[in-house]
């Protein structure tokens, strides 16, 4: 005689699929975050300051000069963009450069360094156009908070 899988309900097939959906999605969720564990999640990215200066990501590096526009978002045309911000770097020569954050790197962090450090040496329609992201008021009050309570 042999034995056959037995459901209890008819119910029991959409818990199995159910589970076997959710196991999916672990993995590829896993697998989307599991640099951020490892030495490739350490240095997001450096700054090299000045009118000169560069940020350098993991294999190249964009100079402050081909910055066109920098922000922190979502990358629209990747499934990681539906889980993780990055840092978003288009360039004068229409090239989209992706920093891949893991969410490591919290906006208002970003914003700081960002202020700090890059945006004085950026061009002036890059400098605009980082300044147009926000209104006034969220622009003051985040500049203020780096002032009193720095964390870089």
Do not use: C
Request: aromatic share 16%.
């Amino acid at each position: 005689m042999s034995e056959a899988l037995t459901f209890e309900s008819k119910y029991a097939l959409l818990y199995l699929g159910g589970g076997l959906l959710a196991m999916i999605y672990g993995l590829i969720t896993f697998f989307m975050a599991f640099p951020a564990f490892t030495s490739r999640g350490n240095v997001i990215f450096t700054i090299k300051t000045g009118p000169s200066g560069e940020i350098f990501l993991r294999k190249r590096s964009v100079l402050f000069s081909e910055v066109k526009r920098l922000y922190m978002g979502r990358h629209q045309y990747s499934l990681k963009g539906i889980f993780f911000e990055d840092i978003i770097i288009e360039k004068t020569d229409g090239k989209i450069v992706r920093i891949p954050t893991w969410n490591i790197i919290t906006n208002p962090l970003f914003f700081e360094a960002v202020e700090r450090y890059i945006l004085p040496h950026l061009n002036e329609e890059a400098q605009n156009n980082w300044i147009s992201q926000f209104t006034e008021v969220q622009r003051k009050a985040y500049l203020k908070e780096f002032e009193n309570h720095p964390k870089l």
